[in-house]
């Protein structure tokens, strides 16, 4: 079988992979760019995308470019603890969750790509801009403004908007809490976002509020910030243990976004063609789940072409299931702790048992992992999806 993939993201060549490994090696990527770079910020990759990429052989890579996190930690726009759980390992997986940059991590997959298929295996400066290809399938890994979708659904136009920007950026500063912590801070309206990639010392952040007006292009993470108007949103969120504007204020570069993602589809394949990653199924930032679920997109597609000959079955497991996870997250996903400790609790609480109880908040967190895929228990029983 001969596969042609739109696109050489983290989606892309994390498909390639996989498809190799499916024992199917006809395989070459289009991307669109001259020159794939470590571009953009941090990421996290969850247990259950940590673990098909442990199946394909790259864990002691992954573990050379990542920080293990220990635990995620809500806290309201004053500081205090709403929620912390431990993460990784220390959550009883059997596998670790990492902070990433997406650059360094989207390098790691086209050198093992590189090494396994061989350098012929991706061509740059090539676009793939509808459905024509010299091959039995294309897949269209093509991101959030995919060529290959538009072609199939034609006259969507631009991802939708909810009226919220994002800011990220990173910035080198001393380690808080664990020094492998992620933080999660806000009211539901506002929040911040931290957590140590590279060496640990470097501080990924994201910072969160509506925007009045029309947001500048949609789908785009390159535009620069100006950090001076971001400080001036977070001027007063100083902590014992974090000074928020002082990192934002910290960063060598920063980047904004209008939240966006892609209505879900009423199907994903049609003939010789399928869709995957951000071209399927674009989502809010919210749970740290974009860039894992394409990886386990990856790893269903090729099971399901290796073992049935068609991708029937990998849209049958994976549209429902990231239809859930889109809707979810625009219902603010397990970030909807914050929304419910200031609704009830806006000046600050004194227990945050009596605003949000334990039992409440540990549900809240337990729902948002089976619709995502990581429920622990049954991520570490589920049946691999490795076929040889």
Request: aromatic share 8%; hydrophobic share 40%.
């Amino acid at each position: 079988m001969r596969i042609t993939i739109a696109g050489g993201g983290i989606g892309g060549l994390a498909t390639a992979l996989s498809l190799h490994a499916a024992g199917l090696d006809d395989i070459v990527i289009h991307e669109a760019a001259q020159e794939i770079r470590p571009l953009g910020v941090g990421i996290n990759l969850l247990p259950h995308a940590v673990r098909e990429l442990t199946e394909l052989g790259l864990a002691d890579r992954l573990a050379e470019i990542g920080v293990p996190t220990a635990e995620l930690a809500y806290f309201n726009r004053y500081g205090q603890a709403i929620w912390s759980e431990p993460r990784g390992l220390g959550a009883g997986y059997r596998w670790p969750q990492y902070s990433v940059h997406r650059g360094r991590l989207q390098l790691l997959l086209l050198d093992a790509v590189r090494e396994r298929l061989g350098a012929h295996s991706v061509r740059t400066g090539s676009r793939i801009t509808g459905l024509r290809h010299d091959s039995d399938l294309l897949v269209g890994a093509d991101g959030i403004h995919s060529a290959v979708r538009a072609a199939l659904f034609p006259g969507e136009g631009a991802p939708p908007w909810n009226g919220l920007m994002l800011w990220r950026g990173t910035t080198y500063g001393e380690p808080f809490l664990t020094g492998r912590s992620m933080i999660m801070a806000g009211d539901g309206t506002q929040k911040f976002v931290a957590y140590p990639i590279g060496d640990g010392r470097l501080i990924n952040w994201i910072a969160e509020r509506p925007l009045d007006g029309e947001p500048p292009e949609r789908g785009k993470w390159n535009r620069p910030a100006n950090l001076a108007t971001v400080v001036e949103h977070f001027c007063d969120w100083k902590f014992d243990w974090l000074d928020v504007p002082g990192i934002i204020a910290g960063a060598e570069a920063a980047f904004e976004y209008p939240m966006v993602d892609r209505e879900p589809l009423p199907y994903w394949t049609r003939e010789d063609v399928v869709l995957l990653g951000d071209a399927a199924h674009a989502m809010y930032p919210v749970g740290s789940n974009g860039a894992s679920q394409a990886i386990i997109d990856a790893r269903v597609l090729a099971h399901s072409l290796a073992t049935t000959g068609t991708a029937t079955a990998y849209e049958d497991i994976r549209r429902p299931a990231t239809t859930a996870l889109q809707l979810a997250n625009r219902r603010q996903g397990p970030d909807v702790v914050l929304r419910l400790a200031h609704e009830r609790a806006p000046g600050g609480f004194k227990d945050i048992e009596q605003a949000v109880p334990l039992a409440e908040r540990a549900e809240i967190a337990a729902s948002y992992k089976r619709t995502a895929g990581f429920d622990p228990t049954l991520l570490n029983e589920r049946a691999s999806w490795s076929v040889r």
